[in-house]
């Protein structure tokens, strides 16, 4: 790239001035709902009334932030976003790591340790991951009430779970069958085990794709409603329930800047993951890419 | 007993049969290679030996014990892989370290082993290395490291050298060697490529389809060579075949060879034995080493019964020290070793000799050699 620079013909400079200009407006358009969000959860009410939806704040006014975190209204309560917000993280940890550390062990089971029918078993664990939320609801609700599981919380991480366990073993499966079977069979001469070959090999080599696992999860969990909203109730509900609550909660005057702030909130802790695991994403989305 | 029986092996998926009874035993010591196409079951074979795949029927045994049920762990076995195989979360000093690890060798010990191993292969300064530093010769030679660590029975090397470049090979090829010969230890060994079953083996197994076609020192592989498969497959460039027809005089077997000029040039060859004798009259493989047909300043002039001939040269390759003459003889190409200098160029007559004594005879059908 670097040299592409240095001997340019007029046509080409003029030709990567119009690629930056439409990078530019499309990042421009992209971030334009961010920026309205953030200028109008800073906002007074009397400044979001008077001026235009574009209009920066006069002065930086945390108030709708605070009663976002602790005091707006969902529904009845009027508690704010905080309790939400733990019970989002309560749910979405023991998610995340449980269907990754599983998705592992399919994925080395499906590479490594084939069986008979184990690429029919993959083949229909495949499907899966186009089956649409909507499909598995009733049937979800009927096992749960059979398992007599009555915490929203507990009945959100199974859900989670079982529903990201096709993903997290596909991830992990496609990363793992680019490993040479060698490694295994060295490992096996060395003496070591079932476990022992996947704690002490598979596993410390497979960072990107735990990374992928991780940010994927993550953000498939904390942004759920749809899951949330059906299997839990009252102040066991996520944050993603919450802040559906609080928008359609109307006591007198709607608070555009409340609003604002508590969906800010609601979408933060995935904005942070992608900001920390974002170079990580991409390399391990490619790491397993290049062997099907 | 020796230090490795292999006693009618077989192995099926179904009913693909992948070996179909290999019988093959070597002595302690040994340097036992597995050559053949791939495909040919060779490794599989090895991988049997490990304990690594299972064994569908037969026996094998390593020393005086049986290890068929035995997990590969248990059996006494080291094994270097074609892609190294190295653990690439650990160091070199781990990846050693780690089968002594599980096998409970005290701390001490294990350290002890590692400075040995290291120095005995030169790469003490790579202790701390993690994988991905290293070049594809220096893996190869952690991975075998790790093997000696283990100190075993048998060692076992899965083309260890089919992933280096030609250089390398060449070099980590006579590396090997001096190592068995240091350490004295048995080895099984697979590849595909002849040169390294000439030149490193005690015995060799040429293999195809499931099956040993032959098994014996180089030499006997080489000089005596049981069908058509083992004779073109064994030497480079490969054996010439000429199809003639077998005819004797005096006792002894007779053929002739016609370079595309209609003119028969009689060949006297060796003394017929009885199996040859009842192929008089019939069509036979001639089968003749290019280093055995060569210009007459090459070859030994004082012998009195190699066998001249003419023919037309239609290409020259040369490799440096001699230079390939390719001629027809009974309308097939067939290949002479001969001095640079007597080559000849394409469209001229060259004059060859014929070493008699060196030359085979197998049948067109069955493709056995006529002994």
């Known amino acids: 790239m670097a040299n592409l620079a240095y001997h340019q013909t007029p046509q080409a400079r003029f030709a990567r001035f119009v690629i930056y200009a439409v990078l530019v407006l499309v990042a421009i358009f992209y971030l334009a709902p961010l920026f309205v969000m953030i200028s109008t959860s800073l906002k007074t009410l009397d400044e979001i009334r008077g001026g235009n939806l574009m209009s920066l704040p006069g002065s930086l006014n945390f108030d709708a932030w605070k009663t976002a975190w602790d005091s707006a209204c969902t529904g009845v309560e009027c508690g704010g976003m905080k309790g939400y917000f733990g019970n989002s993280l309560k749910m979405m940890i023991p998610s995340v790591l449980i269907s990754t550390l599983v998705g592992a062990f399919n994925g080395y089971i499906l590479s490594m340790w084939r069986f008979k029918g184990s690429d029919a078993f993959f083949m229909a664990l495949l499907i899966g991951t186009f089956l649409p939320f909507q499909v598995v609801i009733l049937p979800m609700a009927q096992v749960l009430g059979m398992l007599g599981i009555e915490s929203g919380t507990t009945r959100l991480i199974m859900v989670h779970v079982i529903y990201g366990l096709q993903f997290t073993t596909l991830f992990f499966r496609n990363y793992y069958v680019t490993v040479p079977n060698e490694l295994v069979k060295a490992a096996r001469i060395d003496g070591a085990g079932f476990f022992r070959i996947f704690f002490s090999i598979l596993l410390p080599i ?42 359609n909660t109307s006591t007198g005057v709607k608070q555009y800047n409340v609003d604002m702030a508590a969906a800010i909130i609601a979408a933060l802790p995935t904005l942070v993951v992608y900001a920390i695991g974002g170079k990580y994403f991409v390399r391990g989305l490619t790491a397993g890419a290049v062997k099907g | 007993m020796g230090a490795l029986s292999i006693r009618n092996v077989k192995k099926s998926y179904g009913n693909t049969h992948i070996l179909k009874g290999i019988d093959i035993e070597i002595e302690k010591g040994e340097f036992l290679i597995l050559v053949g196409p791939s495909g040919c079951g060779k490794s599989t074979l090895l991988n049997m030996i490990a304990g690594l795949d299972d064994i569908s029927s037969g026996e094998i045994a390593i020393g005086e014990r049986v290890v068929n049920t035995l997990s590969p762990k248990d059996r006494d076995i080291a094994m270097v892989f074609q892609s190294y195989a190295l653990y690439p979360n650990m160091t070199v000093r781990k990846n050693i370290a780690f089968g002594l690890d599980i096998r409970k060798v005290p701390k001490g010990e294990q350290d002890e082993i590692i400075g040995r191993v290291a120095k005995m292969l030169q790469m003490e300064h790579l202790l701390d290395r993690k994988p991905h530093q290293l070049s594809g010769g220096q893996r190869q030679r952690v991975a075998m490291g790790r093997a000696l660590a283990r100190n075993p029975a048998l060692f076992l090397f899965d083309e260890p050298l089919s992933n280096l470049d030609a250089k390398l090979r060449v070099e980590l090829r006579s590396e090997i060697k001096l190592l068995h010969q240091r350490l004295g230890t048995t080895i099984v060994y ?78 006297v060859l060796g003394a017929i034995s009885d199996t040859q004798r009842a192929y008089v009259g019939k069509p036979v493989v001639l089968g003749v080493r290019p280093e055995q047909l060569t210009d007459t300043s090459s070859a030994h002039s004082e012998r009195d019964d190699l066998q001249t001939l003419t023919a037309t040269v239609a290409i020259t390759e040369p490799t440096g020290p001699d230079t390939l003459v390719t001629v027809t003889l009974n309308g097939t190409k067939t290949v002479a070793r001969c001095h640079p200098r007597a080559a000849g160029s394409p469209g001229e007559q060259v004059k060859l000799m014929l070493d008699p004594g060196k030359a085979l005879l197998f049948d067109p059908a069955t493709e056995k050699r006529l002994a």
């Not at chain 2, 027809?245 to 007779?254: F, I, Q, S």
């Open chain 1, 206 to 247: 497979s960072i990107p794709t735990i990374m992928v696992c991780l940010i994927w999860q993550t953000t498939q969990i904390w942004n759920d409603f749809l899951f949330g909203v059906v299997f839990s109730s009252g102040d066991g509900q996520p944050i993603t329930v919450a802040l559906n609550n609080l928008v």
């Open chain 2, 190 to 267: 697979v590849t595909h490529d002849q040169i390294e079953a000439m030149t490193l083996a005690d015995k060799i197994a040429v293999m195809k389809d499931g099956e040993v076609r032959q098994f014996g020192s180089p030499q006997q592989i080489y000089d005596s060579p049981a069908d058509l498969y083992v004779a073109g497959f064994i030497g480079s460039p490969a054996m010439n075949f000429i199809p003639c027809e077998l005819a004797e005089d005096a006792g002894r077997a007779v053929v002739a060879l016609d370079s595309g000029d209609g003119n028969k040039q009689r060949i």
